[in-house]
């Protein structure tokens, strides 16, 4: 693995919409934008990202034109977490083919797993493919206290 891949700053890039749709030409804006700005890497499809909102097929489109945009002069790390894994898994395999450099991987959002039962996704997900993967943890802010009603 190169040890350059992990290293420095990597922005954690938003998904840019316009009417109800992921805006590509912004997309590309973006990236070129990290790319003149000397930054380490880019990670599209993040939970900045608003990966939880697109379809399967945006959120890979989403990756393969920061690929293609970031042209092998900076990593992408492509964020590939989901809420199941079988989806996980899928979106993982399909950047690797899309060629992201690495991956970050989310705990499931919704469902609130013991350490333990974190340990048969993520290694299900390392098992996919030879890249770097980073574990990420999300934790949803607190609901404010319902009032009572008597």
Avoid: W
């Avoid at 040890?3 to 009417?19: Q, R, S, W, Y």
């Avoid at 608003?50 to 992408?76: C, F, M, N, W, Y």
């Amino acid at each position: 693995m190169d040890k350059k891949l992990l290293h420095g700053a990597h922005t954690a890039l938003i998904t840019p919409m316009k009417d109800r749709a992921v805006s590509y030409a912004d997309l590309e804006s973006l990236v070129a934008r990290q790319l003149d700005s000397g930054i380490s890497g880019v990670v599209p499809c993040g939970t900045t990202g608003e990966s939880p909102t697109l379809s399967k097929q945006e959120h890979l489109q989403v990756i393969r034109e920061t690929v293609t945009q970031a042209d092998g002069k900076i990593p992408v790390i492509a964020g590939t977490g989901a809420n199941t894994t079988r989806e996980a898994i899928q979106l993982t395999e399909e950047a690797d083919k899309a060629g992201a450099d690495g991956f970050l991987h989310v705990a499931p959002y919704y469902t609130k797993p013991s350490q333990e039962e974190l340990l048969a996704p993520f290694g299900s997900l390392a098992e996919r493919t030879e890249k770097p993967a980073s574990n990420t943890h999300r934790t949803l802010p607190p609901h404010p206290p319902v009032p009572h009603r008597a």
